[in-house]
């Protein structure tokens, strides 16, 4: 999931738009950031859903992170737009894999880095630095969790759900998953082994072709109220598309969920 998010900024008679800010930040990182870079060499492309792929990457020493936090990829671009030439994207991958894994979903409008990451190929090479985040889990394992994911907004849940796949490590968690169509729903694989291994449902809001069993429709009171009849017991955790997540955390505040229990992660859309 891309991190970054900046509203319209007025400073003094300079009036920042989010392509401005998103820009601002790439000169800033390049100027403040850590010497903690590394390469990371591309092992593999995978479709995840339709428009969306994993990029797997080999790194030069095992990464170490938290599951659900996000590192600083950069890409030498030819023609860079005004976007610029750097990204912060949640790590798709768990602590416990031996690779890197960034999924992104496509546009038919994408940025230039988005097209240069399209024409990569196994043995192509791209940057990771300032490894951050605290979209993680929490530390206490009995601490009841509700995961609201809007389409790529998925990421950072699949690098959760593998990392406790792998450790074997029953949490009690509960999903909601919107996405636009059926085709659009991602890492099936992972959503499919936290149910059978560790018991980990995932209730699928689909707006349009959804099938039985599927919520019709986005995440809404009325699928949380149904789908966690305990959501005044739970830690929210909101990722996806801006919109859907300022929307979600509003309607919870409403339902009387503590601001404390709600954890966010934007996905501007402008990646």
Do not use: C
């Not at 994408?110 to 490894?131: D, N, V, W």
């Not at 009690?172 to 996405?179: C, E, K, N």
């Amino acid at each position: 999931v891309g991190f970054l998010f900046a509203p319209n900024i007025h400073i003094g008679s300079f009036y920042f738009t989010p392509e401005l800010a998103l820009l601002a930040g790439n000169v800033f990182a390049y100027a403040a950031g850590p010497k903690a870079r590394f390469v990371l060499t591309l092992e593999r492309i995978e479709q995840s859903a339709v428009d969306s792929f994993d990029f797997v990457f080999r790194s030069p020493r095992k990464l170490a992170f938290e599951a659900g936090q996000y590192l600083e990829w950069t890409l030498g671009l030819d023609r860079a737009d005004n976007r610029g030439n750097r990204r912060y994207f949640t790590v798709a991958s768990a602590p416990t894999e031996e690779t890197v894994r960034l999924g992104v979903k496509f546009y038919p409008q994408s940025s230039a880095f988005k097209r240069e990451l399209m024409t990569m190929k196994p043995g192509s090479t791209i940057h990771a630095a300032q490894l951050a985040g605290n979209f993680t889990l929490p530390a206490r394992r009995e601490t009841k969790i509700a995961f609201l994911a809007g389409g790529i907004g998925i990421t950072p849940f699949r690098s959760m759900l593998q990392y406790l796949i792998d450790r074997k490590e029953w949490r009690p968690i509960v999903i909601l998953y919107a996405t636009e169509r059926q085709q659009d729903i991602a890492y099936r694989d992972v959503l499919g082994a936290a149910r059978q291994e560790l018991g980990i449902k995932t209730i699928h809001a689909v707006a349009h072709g959804g099938e039985r069993g599927q919520y019709p429709g986005y995440i809404d009171e009325r699928l949380i109220r149904l789908a966690i009849p305990d959501y005044l017991e739970r830690t929210f955790y909101i990722s996806g598309p801006q919109a859907m997540v300022k929307a979600l955390r509003q309607k919870l505040l409403a339902m009387g969920v503590r601001r404390s229990k709600i954890k966010v992660d934007y996905f501007p859309g402008f990646a």
